[in-house]
């Protein structure tokens, strides 16, 4: 089992930056790919960003590519999304995902295992 906490959402004005952090624990962090996803109302869960178990290697969705970074810090068995020049069409709760087969992650959201409870950000124009 393996249990995500999601933090850092909230309402920030078009062009502001906000960090998202998500905490794990039950398993070895360090062995588990991690992503983001975001859902809008009315919309699809969407892939955003994944990041490899070692951090080594990172894959963006294109609507954020040079705009989202995300990182992983397994000492601390956390996983950070910082996102910069926000937009209004970012507005989404975004949730944090584990996926434990390969360890390399995926864009696709049924290939993760576990999932956070999601935390809300809002972009206004």
């Known amino acids: 089992q393996v249990q995500l906490v999601e933090s850092g959402g909230g309402l920030v004005q078009a062009g502001g930056s906000l960090r998202l952090s998500c905490a794990a624990s039950?398993?070895?962090?360090?062995?588990?790919?991690m992503g983001w996803f975001r859902q809008a109302p009315g919309e699809e869960r969407e892939f955003v960003a994944t990041?490899?178990?070692?951090?080594?290697?990172?894959y963006y969705a294109d609507s954020v590519m040079g705009r989202f970074t995300i990182s992983r810090d397994n000492a601390k068995n956390t996983v950070y999304l910082q996102m910069n020049s926000l937009k209004p069409e970012d507005t989404a709760v975004y949730y944090c995902?584990?996926?434990?087969?390969?360890?390399?992650?995926?864009?696709?959201?049924?290939?993760?295992?576990?999932w956070g409870q999601g935390t809300q950000v809002t972009v206004s124009s």
């Open positions: 990041i490899t178990w070692s951090g080594g290697s990172t």
């Open positions: 039950g398993r070895t962090f360090s062995s588990y790919a």
């Open positions: 995902a584990a996926e434990l087969t390969t360890g390399w992650g995926s864009r696709r959201w049924y290939e993760y295992d576990y």
